[in-house]
């Protein structure tokens, strides 16, 4: 069974830096797109970044390029998200995504697991 973990939430003052963690079990990297995504209140997910196997490719959305980088730890089964410069309209709840994936390109959406989230709050 496919289990995703989130934590790294927290508050943090415009200018400064999170990471978010992903434990992922039940699923191995080689054979998975790993995303992030966020969502405030009264707005729709967002995607946020990902990442695929396959072409060992990368992408962001256009208002995280440059400050946010998605990374991996094969051997403790573990997806990062580095935030830098955050914004105070960086705040959301932000959630792990798999999806099992042997293409090239990275997707954007049809995840199929989903974590339970966590919070990150950023102060003006």
């Known amino acids: 069974q496919v289990q995703l973990v989130e934590s790294g939430g927290g508050l943090v003052q415009a200018g400064g830096s999170l990471r978010l963690s992903c434990a992922a079990s039940?699923?191995?990297?080689?054979?998975?797109?790993m995303g992030w995504f966020r969502q405030a209140p009264g707005k729709e997910r967002e995607f946020v970044a990902a990442f695929t196997w396959r072409g060992l490719s990368t992408d962001y959305t256009d208002s995280v390029k440059g400050r946010f980088t998605i990374s991996r730890d094969n051997a403790k089964n573990t997806v990062y998200l580095q935030m830098n410069s955050l914004k105070p309209e960086d705040t959301a709840r932000y959630y792990c995504a798999a999806k099992f994936y042997r293409g090239t390109s990275v997707p954007k959406g049809d995840y199929n697991y989903w974590g339970q989230g966590t919070q990150v709050t950023v102060s003006s």
């Open positions: 039940g699923l191995t990297f080689s054979s998975y797109a």
